[in-house]
């Protein structure tokens, strides 16, 4: 080898497992002249509640006391008023906890990948949905598990036949992964009996659930259904540290996505082991912007969620409308009753990454293939749209682009 070629030196094994996300990949497009994009589920800048984070900061750093507080290290676990502030919010949604069962982390993503390294050894099984969150499989597959699958709209497996197929992985099932509500990608939402029958699934596999919970306060239709740690919470006579469910939570969709604040809700043995991890991360989550979150949360959560569905509402009816005129025949999609997504199905000979290179270059839209949401690479034929950020005027125009490339 010449030795004045550079070269890269022997990285751990997990190195060869990570691959650059797709939706951030896209995010690079945005800026494109014409570009009319249905790729990241990003919220829209004009509901972030930029003059009260200005009044936040100004009282934070005027302020002697606060100001040393916010610029300092702080414990781990996170500022406690806003980990009282969530403890309120979660008993709100039928989850009676205290400050000691909440961790914040930085967004749920972090939440994800903690959780990923407190319960993962390699071999070990992970049982997700399919499709499933893209941002959980990166999370999961730095410590190289198998996937294995739970379809809860059809019925899942025996509780005997998973652990068999993670026994010839040379593993154990360690824990279920869903997001439940208006779910990324797919836009659906588990009924009460699909999630009893979850935890059902999870008591049989003595596996903890990991609920990604991102999207929840985005109900724009339909009968709210409980989340699933409130419902084991209440199978356990109210006690959560009973729980097998491990909530996480973000703001990201609700205030604003810059401050990286998310939490993770769980009994008490399980969130001091995650304090440990963070210990060994990043120290703590930036203090400033959990005091300055902590300020939105009190002040405007209720009014910021009510304008988020006034917002995406409409984006999501002039999507579903646009698709029903554009789209040629053999394309399904899902009407979800909330969150920022629709997924669609095309004929079986579709391939979603080939298609997206033509609608980029050649129809100026873009979109998410499906199959970066498949842990085992399935899903070719499917894409996934988000309505977050373009005008309703916008989406009627990207759909029917998206027809004439399909239909060419």
Not at 241 to 253: A, D, L, P
Request: proline share 7%; hydrophobic share 40%; aromatic share 8%.
């Amino acid at each position: 080898m010449d030795p004045l070629m550079p070269t890269e030196p022997r990285y751990a094994r997990r190195a060869d497992g990570m691959k650059a996300s797709e939706i951030r990949e896209l995010l690079k497009v945005l800026n494109r002249p014409g570009i009319i994009s249905f790729g990241g589920g990003i919220p829209d800048p004009v509901l972030f509640p930029a003059d009260e984070a200005k009044e936040a900061y100004r009282a934070i750093l005027t302020d002697p006391v606060q100001m040393a507080c916010g610029l300092q290290y702080s414990v781990s676990e996170g500022f406690e008023p806003l980990r009282e502030w969530i403890a309120q919010h979660m008993g709100l949604l039928g989850v009676p906890c205290k400050p000691d069962n909440i961790v914040i982390t930085s967004g749920s993503q972090q939440a994800l990948e903690f959780l990923g390294k407190l319960f993962l050894t390699e071999g070990d099984t992970a049982i997700v949905e399919a499709p499933t969150y893209l941002g959980a499989l990166q999370a999961f597959s730095a410590y190289e598990p198998h996937y294995d699958t739970i379809t809860p709209k059809h019925g899942n497996r025996t509780p005997q036949s998973y652990v068999e197929a993670a026994a010839k992985q040379g593993g154990s099932v360690k824990f279920l992964y869903v997001v439940p509500d208006f779910a990324n990608p797919s836009g659906e939402t588990l009924t009460r009996a699909q999630r009893e029958g979850l935890l059902d699934l999870a008591g049989e596999l003595d596996a903890p659930i990991f609920e990604d919970t991102a999207y929840s306060a985005l109900r724009f239709e339909g009968e709210t259904v409980p989340c699933i740690q409130a419902i084991d919470v209440a199978r356990h006579g109210g006690d959560i540290n009973r729980s097998r469910v491990i909530y996480c939570g973000t703001f990201s969709k609700t205030l604003t996505p810059g401050l990286r604040i998310g939490w993770v809700c769980a009994a008490e043995p399980i969130v001091r082991r995650v304090v440990l991890i963070k210990q060994a991360s990043d120290l703590n989550t930036s203090n400033i912007n959990q005091m300055v979150m902590h300020r939105l949360a009190e002040r405007t959560y209720t009014t910021q969620v009510e304008k988020a569905r006034a917002l995406y509402r409409p984006r999501r009816d002039a999507m579903h409308e646009a698709l029903l005129k554009h789209m040629p025949a053999g394309v399904t999609w899902t009407k979800p009753e909330g969150g920022l997504f629709i997924w669609l199905t095309l004929p079986p000979h579709f391939n979603g990454s080939k298609l997206l290179k033509r609608a980029v270059e050649e129809f100026n839209v873009a979109f998410v293939p499906g199959s970066a949401f498949f842990a085992g690479g399935a899903g070719a034929n499917t894409i996934r749209l988000s309505y977050s950020l373009p005008t309703e005027a916008q989406i009627a125009d990207g759909v029917a682009r998206l027809g004439k490339l399909l239909a060419s």
